[in-house]
């Protein structure tokens, strides 16, 4: 037997959130409420769902959809005269619910002086968010938000800053009032938005009437995600960037696990990969290939120049490609035009890797050859190179006379490399080189378009293809 937990002559209204509705999501202090009440106050449809609580003689006063301010003004007068209230709504009265508006008119009437104290008891609920969650797995498991969709009451402008607000800052977003009759085109925009800051496979799920004997759970992709497949009644969940799908189920880690493999992780390498995770939140456009975002992530991070994202161009599944020939063995070799792009290839993964670098510019061969032909020493070395190593992977980060010297050979048949890394930077003959190396055929490449580039960026590129395994977990940085 509970006591009464309500008894007193102070005057009191009890605000109190029922969940979805069913008995088992209804908490212990709501029933005991109702079971109290004199007269509960409400939307008609919610009655039900308390009718098997009410005392003999407790009234039940419904004020009609969308006359919330009156069913408050009533539920204020009623407890003047020393009943015993109780107002009802479903989910969480305090989340787009009967208590702020309560609260809000208590203390106008007690500024005009129209009213007595009243003591204001909120009773919390199952949220349709918590109850959505619930049904479609473990989706909230990190930071979140919460946005209405309906403008009846805010600025669409106001929504709309919300919405870009919740995208870019990564936020788990869930989504009530997603649409009505008048109201369609909200829900298009704010897919829109987010697909400006997120990935189109981050996960979508969404439950209409959940709790409810109509219940429907669906879960998908931003990409994919409908907007017609939805109605007033159906509460969405918009997962962020470690969201994930499966068995039927969206999860958002909290980061145990994360944790626990931190263990291994060098400093500088755990640097690295909170770095690419920044990147990853702030790029415009993550969704790409494994094989394009990889070196993409490795050119911001050395450039901290998101320009990038419309400057590196590459052969379909150039990075694949060229990794696949360092997986199998037959890559043991890359040459560069200067020794600063040799020296910013990472030593731990060519010794684990079996490759060796080569550099000519200093090689005193090259000098007497460039005297002697009268060309440039750039192009001296690449001449000699393709004698040594003609299948090498040729990384070039300032000369764009080493670039037109590899076209030139491997049109005379005289070399044949794995893939080429073309980033000169610079003002002559820099663009000139990219657009002739970008003829080449069956040669994998990775090309700095434009002015854009040097040793520094060319160097991280073919980083970025040693360590192409790594790509798949985001975990850079391993021979640091």
């Known amino acids: 037997m509970l006591i009464r937990i309500f008894a007193g002559s102070m005057k009191r209204i009890i605000i109190a959130g029922l969940g979805p509705g069913t008995p088992e999501d209804m908490t212990a202090a709501v029933i005991q409420a109702v079971k109290e009440a004199d007269v509960v106050v409400g939307y008609k449809y919610y009655f039900q769902f308390v009718e098997p609580y009410l005392r003999p003689g407790c009234k039940c006063i419904d004020t009609g959809m969308k006359h919330e301010r009156e069913r408050a003004e009533q539920a204020i007068e009623l407890a003047e005269q020393g009943q015993v209230v109780v107002v009802i709504s479903s989910g969480d009265a305090g989340i787009y619910g009967m208590a702020p508006l309560i609260y809000e008119m208590k203390r106008e009437r007690m500024v005009s002086g129209f009213t007595a104290d009243i003591e204001v008891v909120t009773l919390p609920g199952i949220s349709a968010f918590q109850k959505a969650a619930s049904l479609l797995g473990a989706p909230i498991g990190h930071d979140l938000c919460i946005i209405s969709l309906s403008d009846l009451m805010t600025p669409w402008q106001v929504i709309e800053r919300r919405i870009k607000a919740a995208a870019t800052g990564d936020f788990v977003t869930a989504i009530y009032n997603p649409k009505s009759h008048g109201r ?6 704010l897919v829109e938005l987010f697909l400006q800051e997120r990935s ?18 669906k879960v998908t992709t931003l990409g994919t995600f409908d907007p017609e497949d939805v109605d007033m009644f159906t509460v969405i969940l918009i997962g962020n960037s470690q969201s994930y799908l ?6 958002t880690p909290r980061g145990y696990y994360r944790e626990q493999s931190q263990e291994d992780i060098k400093p500088g390498q755990s640097i690295m990969m909170e770095s690419f995770r920044t990147i990853l939140s702030e790029m415009q456009h993550p969704d790409m290939p494994k094989w394009h975002l990889w070196p993409l992530l490795h050119a911001i991070h050395t450039t901290v120049d ?4 419309q400057n590196l161009w590459m052969d379909e599944c150039a990075t694949e ?27 731990g993964a060519l010794e684990r890797l079996g490759i060796q670098v080569h550099c000519y510019i200093n090689d005193s061969r090259s000098k007497q050859m460039a005297d002697e032909k009268g060309i440039t020493r750039s192009q001296a070395c690449m001449q000699l190179a393709a004698e040594e190593y003609p299948e090498a992977l040729y990384v070039v980060g300032n000369a764009p006379t080493a670039l037109f010297e590899i076209c030139d050979l491997v049109r005379k048949g005289k070399m044949r490399p794995t893939g080429i890394i073309a980033a000169p930077v610079g003002f002559v003959h820099v663009c000139e080189s990219k657009h002739a190396v970008k003829t080449l055929k069956q040669i994998p490449k990775i090309i700095v378009e434009g002015r854009k580039g040097g040793s520094n960026l060319a160097a991280t590129l073919c980083n970025a293809i040693l360590t192409f395994d790594d790509a798949e977990q985001l975990k850079p940085g391993r021979d640091l």
């Open 184 to 189: 369609y085109w909200q829900l298009y925009r």
């Open 306 to 309: 998101f320009g990038m994202e």
């Open 321 to 347: 490609l060229i990794y696949n020939k360092v997986k199998d063995g037959s890559l043991k070799h890359i040459v560069t035009d200067v020794t600063m792009a040799a020296s910013g290839i990472r030593k």
């Open 200 to 217: 189109a496979d981050t996960p979508v799920g969404y439950v209409r009437q959940a709790g409810r004997p109509e219940q429907e759970i």
């Open 246 to 251: 499966a068995g039927g189920k969206m999860i």
